[in-house]
């Protein structure tokens, strides 16, 4: 167990959908980081957020958005869902910017969009 | 585009013998590269990093190489056990920068 966690491990949902994914980070850490794994990709950063605020986007669609509520967790909201849109999102944490050390990762949701 | 790559998808190895997995990157700017492992159903931990000022680091059985000159770093696993046998991925980042790069990864198996 990462402390870092990951809600659901699993999701499957029609196109043109809506979902809300939800990480926990681990205690103390207080950036979220939001990643996108799709088949035979590397992770793609979405986007970042700290102590609340939005820190960084990455390659993240208008359809997506995201927010970190004031204990600290986070959810990314994905709608009007495409079969493109299969992927395994990870959600990881670290205390501060994560640089030498790493980020702390969550096992993920797995999501299939039909 | 792609910042950081890995070529090799997958990597077999016998049990006790080297493996080396290989990363090439582009960005010139990149301060920190970091090495991480996953296994099936899990996220990806953390295994070793390296500062672009070095040119090597060591942990253990891990031992990371970097060649800025080439943008090309490797990491060496003595001896591979079975244990080791994950997709690892290596990352970079800016110092300045919030995101880290990811390479598609490589799948190590190490035979027994």
């Known amino acids: 167990d990462s402390g870092v966690t990951q809600t659901p491990k699993h999701l499957i949902t029609a196109t043109g959908q809506r979902v809300t994914l939800r990480c926990s980070p681990r205690?103390?850490?207080?950036?979220v980081y939001w990643y996108q794994q799709s088949l035979d990709q590397g992770l793609q950063f979405l986007i970042q957020?700290?102590?609340?605020?939005?820190?960084a986007k990455g390659n993240i669609l208008e359809r997506f958005s995201a927010q970190q509520f004031p204990d600290l967790h986070s959810e990314l909201n994905l709608s009007s869902l495409e079969l493109g849109d299969s992927a395994l999102y990870f959600c990881?944490?670290?205390?501060?910017?994560?640089?030498?050390?790493?980020?702390?990762f969550g096992s993920g949701t797995r999501l299939t969009v039909v | 585009d792609q910042q950081v790559k890995q070529n090799s998808p997958s990597l077999s190895v016998q049990e006790g013998r080297i493996s080396i997995l290989n990363c090439d990157y582009t960005?010139?700017?990149?301060?920190?590269f970091l090495w991480y492992k996953k296994y099936p159903a899990e996220g990806p931990t953390f295994l070793i990093s390296?500062?672009?000022?070095?040119d090597k680091n060591e942990d253990g059985r891990f031992t990371v190489f970097l060649n800025k000159s080439a943008k090309h770093l490797s990491l060496h696993i003595v001896p591979s056990q079975p244990g080791d046998s994950a997709v690892y991925f290596c990352?970079?980042?800016?110092?300045?920068?919030?995101?880290?790069?990811f390479g598609t990864g490589t799948s190590l198996t190490v035979i027994p």
């Open positions: 990881a944490s670290s205390e501060t910017g994560g640089l030498n050390y790493g980020y702390t």
């Open positions: 205690s103390g850490d207080l950036s």
């Open positions: 957020y700290y102590n609340g605020e939005e820190r």
């Open positions: 960005n010139s700017m990149f301060d920190y």
């Open positions: 390296i500062s672009s000022i070095k």
């Open positions: 990352a970079a980042i800016r110092n300045t920068g919030n995101q880290f790069y």
